[in-house]
């Protein structure tokens, strides 16, 4: 079921087979967990919170399908939910993961509440529990709920850790402030690294 979802790139016979692990094996977090990816991949967010929902019962303190929780949320829009869960996801893990518990608690709240205040007043409050990197994404995140994305572009250019997201996020700004040319670059250099592995 792995190798199809991220090396043949086959997600229904990967949902099959992953499916069939669960039967087998219906305590297996890892089982729960991958189905759920699998199932997100292939636009059935429902069914995939349904398994990641599932896995984190399983597993209460595991970290991996708490957070594909927050961002399935987010994926379906249900913002206040997402803040509810929120709330678990910091009793839990906030020492381990300050960045995942302050900035994704505010993330959820600005997205209720239409407003990057949750957002700024994080960073005001959190920003130094923030590694350089989180900071920079965070940061990022902000300039462009405000609107200012060439900020948001100078924010991300200079940050090459793979965590940053950098050419995808980059695509988007461009396209966001109506830079098009520069915008199809990044979604080109994107493509080329996906083909890459």
Not at 4 to 29: F, G, H, M, P
Not at 141 to 156: Q, S
Not at 162 to 184: H, I, N, P
Request: aromatic residues 10%.
């Amino acid at each position: 079921g792995l190798y199809e979802i991220y090396i043949s790139k086959e997600l229904d016979q990967a949902i099959v087979d992953l499916e069939t692990v669960v039967r087998v094996r219906s305590n297996s977090t890892t089982a729960h967990t991958s189905l759920g990816l699998a199932l997100r991949r292939n636009g059935r967010f429902s069914e995939a919170y349904a398994q990641l929902t599932r896995a984190w019962d399983l597993d209460p303190l595991n970290y991996v399908p708490a957070f594909r929780i927050m961002s399935t949320l987010e994926g379906l829009r249900r913002y206040p939910e997402l803040v509810d869960q929120m709330k678990v996801f910091q009793r839990r893990f906030l020492p381990s993961r300050p960045y995942d518990a302050y900035v994704g608690m505010a993330r959820a709240e600005a997205r209720v509440q239409h407003s990057a205040e949750p957002l700024r007043r994080a960073l005001q409050e959190h920003g130094d529990t923030l590694s350089a990197i989180a900071r920079t994404v965070t940061e990022t995140t902000l300039a462009r709920m405000e609107g200012r994305y060439m900020d948001a572009v100078k924010l991300l250019l200079p940050c090459t850790d793979d965590w940053c997201g950098r050419e995808f996020r980059l695509g988007f700004l461009y396209w966001a402030a109506g830079k098009t040319e520069e915008s199809r670059r990044w979604f080109r250099t994107v493509e080329r690294l996906a083909e890459d592995g």
